[in-house]
């Protein structure tokens, strides 16, 4: 099974190759790969000026990411799978906070309340805060009210 890298770097090939060698018009070839005119510019640019090899995805610049994929995966399911007390916390709510001393104490990774919120963003999730609810509750009261 190809990667997504050695997808992306086919689909270059695809596309380049359709409009060179096959003599395909840049509309179509727009439509039907589904990318912009200015990219699919881009990559003749490319290719012209260094052939296929440089139509290869490079390695991206930046700082590498602190998490790892694996990381990312414990952490979804410490939070989806349990909670806080599971991990010797003394309260039942994931907090911010609560999750940055989880990651910090489990992973040995020290993120800012902000990269923690940003984190659980990615992974589709959101600290919530407590219903406030009295378990003494008639719900036949709260119908009839």
């Given at each position: ?119 659980l ?6 600290p ?18």
């Open positions: 099974m190809a990667t997504i890298k050695e997808q992306r770097d086919q689909k270059r090939k695809d596309v380049v190759e359709a409009i060179v060698i096959r003599h395909e018009p840049v509309h179509l070839v727009k439509r039907i790969y589904n990318i912009p005119e200015r990219t699919i510019f881009n990559w003749l640019s490319l290719y012209r000026s260094g052939g296929w090899d440089a139509l290869k995805e490079q390695a991206r610049s930046g700082r590498p990411r602190k998490i790892s994929a694996g990381d990312m995966q414990w952490i979804y399911n410490a939070v989806t799978m349990g909670n806080p007390m599971n991990y010797q916390f003394d309260f039942c709510l994931w907090t911010l906070n609560a999750m940055r001393a989880l990651i910090q104490k489990e992973l040995d990774i020290k993120l800012s309340k902000s990269s923690v919120s940003r984190l963003g990615h992974l589709g999730l959101s919530q805060r407590p219903i406030y609810k009295s378990y003494k509750q008639d719900p036949k009261k709260i119908k009839q009210y």
